[in-house]
C-alpha cells in the first residue's frame, strides 16, 4: 500500500503540473480584458503602466513560471511565516488579485469558512440520510419505504437546486417567514440567541444541497447493495446460522461501499468548491461566489488559483478513495 501511494504521487505531480499549464493557457486565450473597466478616459501610457504593475507586460510563459514559483514557494513560506513566526518569504512577491489587489490566497481564507460551513455541513447530512436510506430500501425492494425513498430521490436529483431554493425561500422566508431568505455573512457566534440565528439562517441552503447528495448517494447505495445481497457468499452466510444484521451490516454493507466511496470521495471537492448556483441564490459568500465574481472581473489569478486548488483535491481525494478500497475489500492488494 505504501509503494502504492508514493507511485501515485510521483504520478499526480506531472499531472498537475499539465492541468495547470492548461488553465493558464485557456484563461490566456479567453476574451476580456483585467483592465476593461478601466474609464476611457485614462491615458494610453498610464494604462500601459497599470498593465505593467499587474505583471501582464511579460510574455505568457514567464508569468506561468512566476505563478508556479508563487504557488508552490512563495505561499507556503508565506504561511508558515503566519503559523511559526519566521520570515522566510520576507520581500517575496505573492499571488496578487487583479480585483481586490489583495493577496488571492487571503481572499480564500477569508471565504473557506462560510463554503465549509454550509456546503460541508449540507453535504454531511447528506450521507446521513442516504446510506441508511440506501441499505433499507435495498434490503426492503419494493417495499413502500423503497417506493417513496425512490420517488424522493428522483425529485431532489432532478431538480435544479436553484429551483428548490427558490421555492423554500418563497415557502418559508416570505411567506411564513421561518428563515431569513439571505444568509448573513458577518454574523458572528457568540452566544445562544446568534449560535440559534446562524442555525435558522443555514436550514435552507443545506437542507437543499443535502437533498441534492442524498438523492445521488442513495441511489448508489441502494444499486450496490442489491448487487451484493445476490451474492453466493451471501447465501453462504445465512446457511451457516449467521444472524440476518450481522450478514446485512457486516458482510454486506462493507462490500456495498465500494462504489459508494468513490462517489463521495469525489464529490468531497465540491465541498471545498462551493455549491456556485446554491450560494448565489441564497446569498452565500463563499468560494462559489468568489469564482463566479472572478470570471466575471476577468481576474486571472483568482480563477487560475481556485480552479488549481480544485484540480489538487480532486487528485487528492481520489487518491484517498482508492486506498480506502483496500480497507473496505482484502481482495484489493496494490503491492
Known sequence: ????????????????????????????????????????TVPPEVRERMRAALGL???????????????????????????????FSQGAQRIISFQSRSPVFDVIAQRIPQTLTVVGMSYVVGILIAIPIGILS??????????????????????PTFFTGVVLIIIFAVNLQWFPSVYNTTLEVNDWDSFLQQVRQMVMP???????????????????????????????????????????????????????????????PAVFGGAIITEQVFRVNGLGQLLISAIHANDIPMVLTLTFIFAILIVVFTLIADILYGVLDPRIRYD
Do not use: C
Open 206 to 268: 443545506v437542507t437543499v444541497l443535502a437533498l441534492y447528495n442524498a438523492a445521488q448517494i442513495s441511489r448508489f447505495m441502494r444499486s450496490s447493495m442489491l448487487d451484493n445481497l445476490g451474492q453466493d457468499y451471501v447465501r453462504t452466510a445465512r446457511a451457516k446460522g449467521l444472524s440476518e444484521r450481522k450478514v446485512v451490516l457486516k458482510h454486506v454493507l462493507r462490500n456495498s461501499l465500494i462504489p459508494v466511496v468513490t462517489v463521495i470521495a469525489l464529490g468531497l
Open 138 to 159: 435495498a434490503y426492503r425492494q419494493y417495499s413502500w419505504f423503497d417506493q417513496i425513498g425512490t420517488f424522493i430521490s428522483m425529485i431532489g436529483f432532478s431538480m
Open 1 to 40: 500500500m505504501l509503494s502504492f501511494t508514493l507511485r501515485r504521487l510521483l504520478l499526480a505531480i506531472p499531472t498537475l503540473l499539465f492541468i495547470s499549464l492548461v488553465i493558464f493557457l485557456l484563461l490566456e486565450a479567453s476574451p476580456g480584458d483585467p483592465l476593461g473597466d478601466v474609464p476611457l
Open 57 to 87: 507586460g511579460e510574455p505568457w510563459p514567464v508569468r506561468y513560471l512566476l505563478w508556479l514559483k508563487q504557488f508552490f514557494w512563495v505561499e507556503p513560506l508565506y504561511w508558515t511565516d503566519r503559523w511559526f513566526g519566521t520570515d
